[in-house]
């Protein structure tokens, strides 16, 4: 935010940083799908439980849904395309603060629930 004002660029910007992100996210749970998988057969370590899997599709889910949202605010911005630039009063400014809060919120939820996993799947 600039002066108190909100370019397009500004938020384009950060959709763009939080799409990589949770894209990265959803690939670092199918590399824990795929070594569950590896592990199955091997002596020594145990393949997660079944209501692991679900907290695990669960979570792939709450992604793809904050993606697919963000995807939208995208969409949008040719609507507001107009308005810009904006103040941190305009509605659309303040929706981008409710995906900002939830990116860092699922962030925070997927380092922990990662590491926890990992240590499930390791020797």
């Not at 979570?59 to 904050?66: Q, S, V």
């Not at 605010?73 to 308005?83: A, G, I, P, S, V």
């Not at 926890?116 to 020797?123: R, T």
Request: charged share 35%.
């Amino acid at each position: 935010m600039k002066s108190g004002y909100i370019n397009l660029v500004d938020l384009d910007f950060e959709y763009k940083i939080w799409k990589n992100r949770l894209e990265l996210f959803r690939k670092e749970i199918r590399i824990i799908l795929d070594r569950n998988e590896e592990v199955k057969s091997e002596v020594g370590i145990d393949d997660l439980p079944e209501d692991e899997l679900r907290n695990i599709e669960e979570h792939d889910r709450e992604l793809t849904y904050l993606y697919n949202r963000i995807k939208v605010q995208e969409q949008e911005l040719h609507y507001y395309n107009k308005d810009f630039p904006i103040t941190s009063e305009h509605q659309f400014y303040k929706e981008h603060e409710l995906i900002r809060d939830k990116v860092e919120e699922i962030s925070e939820k997927h380092i922990g629930y990662l590491a926890s996993l990992m240590n499930m799947l390791s020797l």
